[in-house]
Every structure is written in structure tokens, then in C-alpha cells.
């Protein structure tokens, strides 16, 4: 195991430095303007923009928000996702992971805290959010001690339970979007392809920066032709301030024990999950393997995060999944870039206009520049899951953690009739289900050494079967 002092020595600048052939893009630290940097900033904010809002308006559906609400939390969480992301790239103490991480709000908590509100009230989910935040934040402090329970088997296969969960979310938003009156139109489809084409034929032909950009421009090519469509919903323009601020406690929070409790399970799978998406950037982005304070201080960075977003009235945050599968492609790691990411989600959060500049982009747009990115994170999960091993002990927990962890949110009603927290984690989140049936496995079953000893038995007691 790595060692503190091995992971301040080897640092991500030193480590990206070497493969990165001169260019700053695929240097952390590489030198270059700010506004050369802007574009792929620009990039990393649409690959999530979408992604980081859903969460918001399926609970404020829920919870039957006014407008006004759903607006006020939205623009918290566009500044906690900004503030979130400059955390990562500039730690302070040991709170972020020095990484190329973009942050955003998470899904992961969307059930748990839709039936907390159906039954307590907001009020409830927000006192939840900041006590869970500050628990994973001491979960990260602490990962030192505990992370050793959590083997490189167990990470590959959250990254890539990651993958796949996310391929729903692409699949819809190329059909244009759960919701829609006009799901799996032509339209819808004409333009999800269009831009797919758009983005693997500048991933394929285009050189040098213009190659690093496919995403963004696979996105202004869908963007202009739902545009000429007419597609694009432009209404939001006409109501809008010119800035307005986030409200600091917006909700009085209120702690309650089963909402704490719930909430603060979903945390320590968030927190996993953090751990698989940061073993998973450092190696598709920094081509290493990551160190332990750059764990350690990626899960403690959302979690505090988290509990300060919940004092804005807004969701818990985590890593964004959506721009590990954007840096796998373009290798483009420089903090600088990320930064103006994080700066341009936090100027959304204080102009109403770009948030809704952004929020016109449509689904099916999203949807076909999404198709490739997630499905490089299975594949980067597939990668982890080979470089762990295929010992017969690891193919069982795999088998089994996939098939019981992705499955049963396939067929949701399975367990209609367990209790609420079971569906929580095993009906309708693949990332819990696929972390809790591969921990418990990997506590269970023999170490790989008795493992062997015990299927050498077995085989020996067969042949002599055969014999007799």
C-alpha cells in the first residue's frame, strides 16, 4: 500500500508530465493561457450540465416545489458543483484530491431522498444531506484505516456498475429525454445520431486540439441543426434577471434520525463509489495508479462539499462519472482547463442566463454525445477488473455482484415487497447493489490461497470419483 509520504513525492504533475509529449493539455500543471484553456473547460461543463440538474428537478417533481424553489435550488447547486470542482484541482488541507476531478450532483441519493421527503418533509432531507456530508467527509480522513477492506476488484466493478448505470440515462436522452411527449421520435433520433456522427468523425479524422474537442463540437452541430428543427426551447429567456445571488439556508433543517441514518448509508457507497472514480481517472487520465491521499482526500473533498451544499438547500455532490469517460478520450488533464469548468458553473449560479443558456441544450443532443463516453467507462472497468486478476475468487464475486447488482434494477418490481432501504440499494441504484453483494463477498470467501486449497481438494476428490 502506498504510503503518505509516497503520495506527496509522486504527485500528479510529475506523474502526467512524462507521457505528456509537451502538450499542456495532458499536463496538470501544464503552462498555458486561460482563455486557450476555455474551450475544454467549456466541454467538460456540457458533458455534465444536464447530468447535474436531473437529480434536482425528479426530487423537486416530487416534492411538488413551486418554480421559484426549483430555480433557488438549481442555482446552489450550479455554485456547490463549481466550488466542488476548484476544491478537487486546489485542496485545502486534505480536503480534495489534486485530480482532474469535475464535480456535480449525484443520482445516487434521488430515491432515498424523495421518500424522505414524501414522508418528513425537505426540511428533513436537507438536515440529512449535511450530517451524511460531514460523515463522509470523516470516512475520508479516515480511509487509511478501511480502505484496505476495499480491494481492486471491488473498485473495478463499481467503475463498472458506473458504466452501465449510466447507459440508461444516455439511452433516454437520445430518444429525447424521459418525459417527452414525442419520446423516440424521428426527430429526436435524427439529431441524438447527427451527433454521434459528428463526434466520432472529428474523434476519428480531426488532429491535434481539434481532436480533443469532438465532444464540444459534436455538440454544436447537434445544437444548430435542433436549432434549425426547431427544437430548441428558447422561452426561458424572456423572464430572466440579469444576476441573482443562492440563498444561504434556505430550508430550516430539521434531524431526523431515519432520514440521517438512510441518507448516511448511501453515503458510504457514494464514498466507494468516489474511490473507484478516482482509481479510474488516475489511470485513463494520469496513467498511473492513484495514491492513497489522493483518495483519501477526494472522498473528504464531497463530503464536505455535500454538507455545505446542503446548507444551500441543495443535493450531495460526488465525482462526475460524465468526465472521467470525456478525459479517457480527449487525455486532456490540465487543472487549469477543469478550472474554468469550475469557474463557468459557478458564473451560471450567479447569472440566470447562462444557466439557461445551457439548459436549452436538448436531450437528444446530450444523448448522442453521451453514447461514447459512458461506454468508455465500462471499458475502463473492464481494464481495472484485468489488472485486479481473473482468479477463479474474482470471477465469482464479479459474476455474482454484476448479475445481482445490475439485474435486479432491470426488473425494479423483484423486490416490491422488501423493505424501503432494501429497494434502495438493491431495486433501483446498480452502484450500491454491485458495492454491498462484492463487499460482503469478498469478506466471505476464502483469501485467494485457501481458495485454491479448496477447489485443489475438491479436484483431487473428483478424479478419484472418476477412478473408483
Known amino acids: 500500500m502506498t504510503t503518505e509520504k509516497d503520495s506527496t513525492v509522486k504527485t500528479p504533475a510529475a506523474a502526467v508530465s512524462e507521457t505528456s509529449d509537451g502538450n499542456p493539455l495532458m499536463d496538470f500543471t501544464g503552462k498555458m493561457s486561460f482563455l486557450r484553456g476555455l474551450p475544454y473547460g467549456l466541454q467538460h461543463v456540457l458533458a455534465m450540465f444536464v447530468a447535474n440538474l436531473a437529480p434536482i428537478f425528479i426530487v423537486t417533481s416530487a416534492g411538488k416545489m413551486p418554480a421559484a424553489v426549483s430555480d433557488s435550488i438549481v442555482q446552489a447547486a450550479l455554485l456547490m458543483a463549481g466550488l466542488g470542482t476548484l476544491l478537487q484541482l486546489f485542496p485545502l488541507w486534505r480536503f480534495g484530491a489534486r485530480l482532474p476531478i469535475v464535480t456535480g450532483i449525484s443520482f445516487t441519493y434521488v430515491a432515498a431522498i424523495v421518500g424522505i421527503i414524501s414522508t418528513r418533509g425537505y426540511e428533513s432531507a436537507v438536515g440529512a444531506i449535511i450530517v451524511g456530508g460531514l460523515f463522509e467527509a470523516l470516512l475520508g480522513l479516515t480511509a487509511r484505516f478501511w480502505k484496505r477492506l476495499v480491494p481492486p476488484i471491488i473498485s473495478a466493478l463499481v467503475v463498472t456498475s458506473i458504466g452501465f448505470s449510466l447507459l440508461s440515462v444516455s439511452a433516454s436522452s437520445f430518444g429525447g429525454g424521459n418525459g ?15 451527433t454521434l456522427l459528428a463526434c466520432l468523425i472529428s474523434q476519428v479524422f480531426f488532429r491535434g486540439f481539434a481532436k480533443q474537442l469532438s465532444i464540444l463540437f459534436g455538440l454544436v452541430v447537434g445544437y444548430v441543426l435542433a436549432l434549425c428543427m426547431g427544437m430548441v426551447d428558447l422561452s426561458g429567456f424572456s423572464h430572466i434577471g440579469i444576476v441573482s445571488a443562492p440563498k444561504f439556508l434556505p430550508f ?5 434520525w431515519g432520514a440521517i441514518i438512510s441518507i448516511a448509508l448511501l453515503y458510504l457507497v457514494s464514498a466507494v463509489e468516489v474511490t473507484g472514480d478516482t482509481a479510474a481517472l488516475a489511470r485513463v487520465g494520469m496513467n498511473r495508479e492513484v495514491t492513497d491521499l489522493e ?71 446530450m444523448g448522442g454525445c453521451t453514447i461514447m463516453m459512458f461506454g468508455s467507462i465500462i471499458l475502463a472497468g473492464f481494464q481495472m477488473i484485468s489488472e485486479a486478476g481473473f482468479s477463479e475468487r474474482n470471477i465469482l464475486i464479479a459474476s455474482v455482484s454484476l448479475t445481482v447488482g445490475v439485474g435486479f434494477t432491470q426488473v425494479p418490481t423483484l423486490l416490491a415487497h422488501t423493505p424501503a432501504l432494501f429497494q434502495q440499494v438493491f431495486a433501483s441504484n446498480a452502484i450500491a447493489g454491485v458495492f454491498v453483494i462484492a463487499f460482503i463477498m469478498n469478506l466471505v470467501l476464502p483469501r485467494d490461497e485457501k481458495f485454491y486449497k479448496i477447489n485443489l481438494s475438491v479436484d483431487k476428490k473428483d478424479h478419484a470419483d472418476e477412478e473408483k
Do not use: Y
Open 295 to 365: 483518495t483519501a482526500g477526494s472522498i473528504a473533498g464531497d463530503g464536505l462539499i455535500s454538507a455545505i451544499s446542503g446548507l444551500f438547500g441543495a443535493l450531495p455532490l460526488t465525482s462526475f462519472a460524465q468526465n472521467i469517460g470525456l478525459i479517457r478520450m480527449t487525455k486532456v488533464v490540465n487543472r487549469k482547463v477543469i478550472a474554468s469548468g469550475g469557474l463557468i458553473l459557478i458564473l451560471a449560479a450567479f447569472v440566470p442566463a447562462v444557466a439557461t443558456a445551457f439548459n436549452s441544450i436538448p436531450q437528444a443532443v
Open 252 to 256: 430550516k433543517p430539521e434531524f431526523d
Open 180 to 194: 417527452a411527449k414525442d419520446f423516440g421520435s424521428w426527430k429526436h433520433l435524427l439529431v441524438a445520431t447527427v
